[in-house]
């Protein structure tokens, strides 16, 4: 990839007996979208972490706008902008002094500052609220200011990990519209972890990452395709005389438990008025379901990412945060 602004190259990361991340090897073209989509203590926060120079890497390179991870420290925090998972505004301050902050942190210049300012806190609507402190703030407020000041020194690269988790779905999807609109007008890759699914679906390209190591990396389009093609499920009072003729007449191979079949097809909704014209008589109900990255990743790994212990997780998390305001 010859416009790599993010390259990575067998990146290891170790805690004592504990091999955290296995030597992911990757590259991200400047402007792209890229998303580690995995569960938890995959090892997605361990490389982002190393990518952001918080984490020694055991071994391996990395070079962010073409400067190294471990070696040039300065120039690559220069290059980033981060938004991670543990909130890190000042809560006694007021927004305004959280973004000024910020920009005397990274040396913007105060006429820039100010019209930066008011256009990032514009685009996350957050004008009216500028003076007032953050701990007065919502959750998802907090996180549309810390996504305002991850853009305001114009970064090369922005690291999001897991940048809406905890969040109401209303709230995620306005905050990817933020980036988006940015991202697209200023060119800035986007590095992000996830384990949502539809958020990992923002991203151009996937890698999809289980015990320290990738196991896929492609289009979110092109990972689906490896499940097969869409899922049909058919309820049946005949289950197994069904699966015989499904084979017969549309050489499909059917799983089955119970009275349900589980079929695999190219064009789901063009298979299901065929399917019942011929055997609608024994069919109960039949749902269509089109392939998700879920499946990819129950394909992959024979897990699924499963949003219930996904979402206990968070739970913890926000208890946690809260705990220690
Ligand atoms: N500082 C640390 N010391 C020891 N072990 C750690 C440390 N940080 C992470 N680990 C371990 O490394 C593994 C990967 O953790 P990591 O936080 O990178 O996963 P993750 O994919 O980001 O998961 P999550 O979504 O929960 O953040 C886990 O087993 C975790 O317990």
């Known amino acids: 990839m010859s416009d790599a602004v993010i390259q990575v190259e067998n990146l ?3 805690f004592k007996d504990l091999t955290a991340v296995r030597g992911v090897s990757f590259q991200v073209a400047r402007g792209e979208v890229f998303g580690f989509l995995g569960p938890n203590g995959a090892g997605k926060s361990t490389t982002i972490k190393m990518l952001a120079t918080l984490l020694k890497p055991t071994a391996g390179r ?18 980033i902008g981060l938004v991670f998972q543990d909130p890190s505004l000042d809560e006694r301050l007021t ?18 500052f100010k019209r930066r300012m008011q256009e990032m806190v514009e685009m996350v609507e957050l004008t009216d609220r500028l003076n007032d402190p953050v701990k007065y703030f919502s959750g998802g407020m907090k996180r549309r200011l810390e996504i305002a ?20 779905p209303q709230t995620r999807s ?41 196991v896929a990396m492609d289009t979110p389009a092109n990972l689906k395709k490896l499940v097969g093609g869409d899922i049909i499920t058919i309820l049946t009072t ?20 119970g009275n349900i079949l589980r079929v695999e097809v190219e064009q789901g909704e063009a298979f299901i008025p065929l399917l019942v014209r011929e055997m609608g008589e024994d069919i109960k109900s039949v749902t269509l379901h089109k392939p998700s990255l879920d499946d990819v990743f129950l394909k992959l790994t024979g897990r699924e990412i499963r949003e219930e212990s996904v979402s206990a997780v968070d739970r913890i998390r926000v208890f946690r945060r809260g705990r220690r305001r």
């Open 12 to 14: 290891v990361r170790k």
């Open 149 to 168: 000041r991850g853009f305001l020194h114009y970064p090369q690269v922005l690291f999001l990990d897991e940048p809406t988790v905890g969040l109401d």
């Open 95 to 112: 927004a305004r002094e959280n973004l000024f902050f910020h920009a005397m942190l990274y040396n913007v210049e105060s006429r820039v």
């Open 174 to 214: 306005k905050i990817w519209e933020y980036i988006h609109a940015l991202r697209q007008r200023e060119n800035i890759t986007i590095f992000m972890t996830t384990h949502y699914m539809e958020e990992a679906e923002n991203c151009h390209r996937i890698a999809i990452i289980d015990h320290g190591e990738i």
């Open 238 to 257: 005949r289950a197994g005389e069904m699966a015989d003729r499904l084979a017969e007449r549309f050489g499909l191979r059917a799983a089955g438990q």
């Open 62 to 79: 990395a070079l962010i706008n073409g400067y190294d991870v471990v070696r040039q420290q300065d120039r690559v925090r220069r290059s």
